[in-house]
């Protein structure tokens, strides 16, 4: 499975922008699809993650109500809408598809930048 992130760029404090992950070569629906985001300086953190089901998690508590997870089987691509975006969320966002730890794939990474 190969993944292209899109969507990145520079917006102000309370802002919005829609990151886009565009999968090829797999089974997209069957994947778990996940969004991560690295700041400068930090680890990768799991943000949030949506299954072939449709089932949906927020692993960091500080996005909860701003951000959104979605995805389109039929166009293979799976969406996070980010709102109200604060400084703090600047980060590069990965996306990541998952069925098990052997078959986990990842994306370049899109930037995001929030000026105060």
């Known amino acids: 499975v190969q993944l292209v992130e899109s969507g990145g760029g520079l917006v102000q404090s309370g802002g919005s922008l829609r990151l886009s992950c565009a999968a090829s070569?797999?089974?997209?629906?069957?994947?778990?699809m996940r969004w991560f985001r690295q700041a400068p300086g930090k680890e990768r953190e799991l943000v949030l993650s949506i299954t072939s089901g449709g089932t949906i998690i927020y692993y960091a508590d500080s996005v909860k109500g701003r951000f959104a997870i979605s995805r389109d089987n039929a166009k293979g691509t799976v969406y996070l809408q980010m709102n109200s975006l604060k400084p703090e969320d600047k980060a590069v966002y990965y996306c990541?598809?998952?069925?098990?730890?052997?078959?986990?794939?990842w994306g370049r990474g899109t930037q995001v930048t929030v000026s105060s």
């Open positions: 990541n598809a998952r069925r098990s730890s052997k078959d986990n794939h």
């Open positions: 070569g797999g089974a997209f629906s069957s994947y778990t």
